[in-house]
């Protein structure tokens, strides 16, 4: 890879072209529009948990685009001019989110984009669970037609899907189970009853209910600590004798112990694309012992991996860095702060002339008052502007006193902001 020693502008700068890393697989295209914006993009598949911080440090990205390649608080902090991480899909679990946002980074993914994807490729091992067709076809190759022993499938019409977590994967298997003439139950942690009936499901308040109701589940959860584990043994064991169990999502959702026994005692079938113990290369031994349970069928974890998904996914990432580049704006931001420690809000109306806001900064820092947020709004014409800025305390009376001394403050005021984190 090209280490690049060109003079680097100050850290999180958008001025001029920005540098894209790129550490994963991504459409061609997007690669394409990316230098058609004017950026320096370099495309290292390759690269790994353990040699992306040397990479990031080397080639001091603006940029760092992944898919499932792990970016550690290390590969983050490598660099000082990294602003933005871009997930080329939906799961920020393998980014280390926590350390971005410490070092002020934007972290954005590309949601929906290939939602459909994951969801045919649940359903193609839902139906390889039910027909039993890599078993089918495995007993050809070696030359045997059983066909008494393989016509015993329990068919998917007027059955029931459990669909748990109905999120864009969830709500298109939702959909192509109604297609399948199938009645389809649904849970979420935040899904109501009403928002269920929007998607054409039936609202399923407890998830072992859920389990118990259902012949088919399929598990389209994030990953992430809140859903380690979210299928366990409790689950595992409600679920009905000979069910099929289809999980898209991450390896870590199902208990991997309680699945092993389940599939033994109550002689699930089980369609995996993610594993407990998958390999961080694209190419290497395969060593998850829950392949060889009876009744499992998988695949390489490419449920987002199709031709149409991977371009809507690289039109996306295209889209946040030109929005970055362009106007400071990240589409998709998953680690702004959702509330602040702000408990006033000040609205200073001002002349846009140059150091009135540093005006307003100063006085404010000299009394000790932090700025949470803030936005400046000008007005038609360009001559004045309103700045709303949120803040940690209230100005005394003399703080404002000095502000509103600055010849170019029309007017400051306060007002209460009710809002915590």
Known sequence: MTAFVTPQPPAHSIAGPAKVLVCDPIAKQGLDQLRGLGCTVLNDPELSEETLSRAVRDTGPDVLVTTNTPVSAEAIEASPRLAMIIVAGTATDHVD????????????NCPGRNSTAVAELAWGLILACDRRISEQTSELHLGRWDQRRFAAASGLHGRTLGVVGLGQVGQEVARIGTAFGMDVIAWSRNLTEEKALEHGCEFCASLINLAKLSDVVSISVGGGEDTDSLVNEKFLSSMRPGAILVNTS???VIDQAALATAIRTRHLRVGLDVWADEPDAPEATFRDPMIHEPGVVGTHHVGALTEQAQRAVAEEVVRVVKAWAERGHVPNCVNRAVATPATTLMAVRHMNRPGVLAHVFYTLGQAGINVEEMENIVYGGGEAALARIQLDQAPREEHL?????????????????????
């Open 250 to 252: 991450r390896g870590g």
């Open 401 to 421: 006193a000095t502000i509103r001394a600055n010849p170019n403050v029309l007017s400051a005021t306060l007002s209460t902001i009710t809002r915590r984190m």
């Open 97 to 108: 989110v926590a350390a971005a946002s410490r070092r002020g980074i934007f972290v954005a």
